[in-house]
């Protein structure tokens, strides 16, 4: 008996200073991140909600304008000119009240449209230009014949490779002094304005 009561307490004193501390403090973390995701969700929510709504108000707004826009071209574009049209001319009054069958001035207006917008669109697509492909896709180019490569003089082949000619620049009335350094021997350097002054050169030897 003395035995299994000193087991009991050993066992009630790990549980008290080793156990439950540790377990109370698991659970107040865990209900503390359990919180703080609720939280989280909650105001992810609520800012998702708001800009539905405020984007739902926006559409409304650029919907009432654009109705409002759409109301007011039609009244003075087309329902004024239709109503003045129609009481200065009795033809066209004529026209407004014809129907044969099924058919009234309304189905008239609708193919005319058509009409007009299978012409603009037929000028518009063949107003692009077509690209094709070309026909030598699996030629080879090893840069072997120059004159294959003459961009206005501008190309120049070495082996086979192709690259850009170097060209000087040239001179106009506001060049005072143009010196290429492309010369091969001498001691000066041609000047290419139209002051011509050339340049000596001076070499100094470091030993």
Do not use: C
């Not at 307490?9 to 156990?19: L, P």
């Not at 690209?131 to 086979?160: I, K, M, N, Q, R």
Request: charged share 20%.
């Amino acid at each position: 008996m003395f035995i299994i009561t000193r087991i009991w307490r050993r066992v009630k004193n790990v549980w008290s200073i080793d156990i439950r501390p540790v377990i109370l403090k698991t659970l107040t973390k865990s209900h503390l991140l359990f919180k703080t995701v609720l939280y989280l969700r909650k105001l992810l929510m609520a800012t998702v909600l708001t800009i539905l709504r405020q984007a739902h108000k926006l559409i409304r707004v650029i919907a009432k304008y654009l109705h409002k826009s759409y109301k007011f071209t039609h009244h003075h574009v087309a329902k004024r000119p239709h109503e003045h049209l129609k009481k200065r001319y009795k033809w066209y009054d004529r026209w407004h009240s014809w129907q044969w069958k099924k058919i009234h001035h309304g189905h008239v207006h609708w193919a005319i449209a058509a009409s007009f917008a299978i012409f603009i669109g037929t000028i518009v697509f063949n107003s692009y230009q077509k690209t094709y492909a070309a026909s030598d896709l699996f030629t080879t180019w090893d840069f072997a014949t120059p004159s294959d490569y003459t961009l206005s003089g501008g190309v120049e082949t070495s082996g086979t490779s192709a690259r850009l000619k170097a060209s000087n620049y040239a001179s106009d009335a506001n060049t005072s002094a143009l010196y290429h350094l492309d010369e091969s021997d001498g001691s000066s350097a041609s000047d290419g304005s139209a002051i011509t002054t050339p340049l000596l050169l001076l070499v100094r030897l470091v030993g």
